[in-house]
Nanobody, 121 residues
Framework: QVQLVETGGGLVQPGGSLRLSCAAS????????MGWYRQAPGKQRELVAT???????HHAVPVRGRFTISRDNAKNTVYLQMNSLNPEDTANYLC???????????????WGQGTQVTVSS
């Protein structure tokens, strides 16, 4: 029904930058909140940032001032610009989207498969 595909992960040196993208496709009647979580090995999944349909954003304290979430509603895509990366940012980054698939339906949360970000020298 709905697919989310993340791109942009990779290996970067401390202090470097990456830009993640997550494109939603499929049976989308309306797209509401979108955002990013991350999960490092042996740790719980943690919220990174969220953005509402109208562009209201929230960034978790550990990334505030370094990461910026944005979205392009015409492309059903959410972005995460990550600057000043450090090894503690190493994780699998997953995007989600709250999607209404039909006019009469309710919204449901869909998840991407994740993209790996590794920060290492």
């Amino acid at each position: 029904q709905v697919q989310l595909v993340e791109t942009g992960g990779g290996l970067v040196q401390p202090g470097g930058s990456l830009r993640l993208s997550c494109a939603a496709s499929g049976s989308i009647f309306s797209l509401y909140g979108m955002g990013w979580y991350r999960q490092a090995p042996g740790k719980q999944r943690e919220l990174v940032a969220t953005i509402s349909r109208r562009g209201t954003t929230h960034h978790a304290v550990p990334v505030r001032g370094r990461f910026t979430i944005s979205r392009d509603n015409a492309k059903n895509t959410v972005y995460l610009q990550m600057n000043s990366l450090n090894p503690e940012d190493t994780a699998n980054y997953l995007c989600y989207a709250d999607v209404q698939v039909s006019e009469s339906g309710t919204s449901k949360t869909y998840w991407g498969q994740g993209t790996q970000v590794t920060v290492s020298s």
